[in-house]
């Protein structure tokens, strides 16, 4: 069945990147070198930018990511918005702060379209909480410093609803992220959204959820994308369904698992709640 949900025809457009080591956390000095360089992708309320894609590694106190082979970056922007990236392309863009500076260089990018998975990762979703205020307009939410898995699910839970749609998140509650940003810290956690239909994986891509989505939180790709470095949990959850779904579909059956509470057997360490029917 084809999914004709994607009014503005959002599209992927995937940077290679090559370069010595960044900081690990680089969303707001990514988004700050571009906007030096290309003044007009600050003001780009019509874009989302995604991190840069490698291996961390910790050296003198610091984390760092180490550029591969296959390192890149995921801009996701409407179609006809996609001439205003061209200055990209081979460009040199200097990423620093007060301790790191490097110079990364964008190769030729490949673009293509949303396709629909019923299991998609995000590496770092956060709410945008400032002064104990959700800016995205949930004034129940509690300061970032009391911001536990538990609370960040009801949160997200509620914005999948306020946008019509239905599926599982899973939180890894084991990798809190903190990352610098202008007016303070940024909290949040590597989310996985399973059990989406085709609709509901197409929105979620499109819409994505929390903030900074232009600084690399909130973006939500296939776990076949290999994009995001890998969370043991989430690799293990996911490669666990897919193996069970393979078996069903090979014996001519296919379990629903829509509804109730899910409890993961990760020493009691993760927690999906699946939202109601």
Not at 49 to 55: F, K, T
Not at 146 to 151: A, E, R, V
Not at 206 to 228: A, D, W
Not at 268 to 273: D, E, L, V, W
Request: proline share 6%; aromatic share 10%; hydrophobic share 35%.
């Amino acid at each position: 069945m084809k999914c004709n949900y994607n009014p503005e025809n959002i599209i992927n457009c995937w940077f290679p990147v090559s370069g010595p080591p960044i900081p690990y956390y680089h969303g707001y000095l990514l988004f700050a070198a571009l906007s030096r360089k290309f003044p007009d992708l600050h003001s780009a309320d019509w874009l989302e930018i995604g991190p840069v894609s490698g291996e961390w590694f910790h050296q003198d106190n610091t984390d760092l990511l180490r550029l591969n082979n296959s390192s890149k970056i995921l801009f996701r922007l409407p179609a006809t918005r996609l001439i205003e990236l061209a200055g990209l392309i081979n460009s040199e863009i200097v990423i620093s702060d007060n301790d790191h500076s490097a110079a990364i260089t964008l190769g030729d990018p490949i673009v293509g379209s949303i396709r629909p998975a019923d299991s998609l990762v995000s590496w770092f979703v956060t709410l945008r909480i400032h002064n104990g205020v959700d800016e995205d307009g949930d004034h129940h939410m509690l300061p970032p410093s009391l911001m536990n898995p538990d609370n960040m699910l009801a949160a997200l839970y509620r914005r999948l609803h306020d946008n019509e749609m239905r599926g599982t998140l899973v939180i890894d509650r084991k990798m809190r992220h903190y990352a610098v940003i202008k007016i303070g810290v940024a909290v949040g956690y590597p989310v996985l959204a399973t059990d989406l239909t085709e609709i509901n994986s197409i929105k979620l891509q499109t819409i994505g959820l929390g903030g900074r989505r232009h600084m690399g939180c909130g973006l939500f790709v296939s776990p076949e994308e290999n994009y995001y470095e890998p969370c043991r949990y989430f690799e293990s959850y996911y490669n666990n369904r897919l193996s069970n779904r393979k078996r069903d579909l090979s014996s001519g059956t296919e379990h629903n698992t829509r509804g109730g509470a899910e409890e993961a057997d990760n020493n009691g360490s993760q927690r999906a709640y699946r939202s109601a029917d």
